[in-house]
């Protein structure tokens, strides 16, 4: 059995043809984007993880 290889690029392509997985790609990238944004704000405002989660009340 002959079997093709694919790039990452026509993988990508291929997958993010079907509506819902472009939709949960999306979601993904939309919370890592907020994910690095907030680290990135803690960083700036010296705090660590701990002191964000005891002033959010956690």
Known sequence: MSK???NWDELRAE???DSEV???FDAE???ARLR???A???NQAGLTRAQV?????G
Request: hydrophobic share 45%; proline share 0%.
């Open 40 to 42: 990135q704000w803690r």
């Open 36 to 38: 690095d944004m907030l």
């Open 22 to 24: 472009q939709a949960s």
């Open 53 to 57: 989660a005891e002033r959010m009340g």
């Open 4 to 6: 093709k290889i694919i």
């Open 15 to 17: 997958l993010l043809s």
């Open 29 to 31: 990238e939309r919370k």
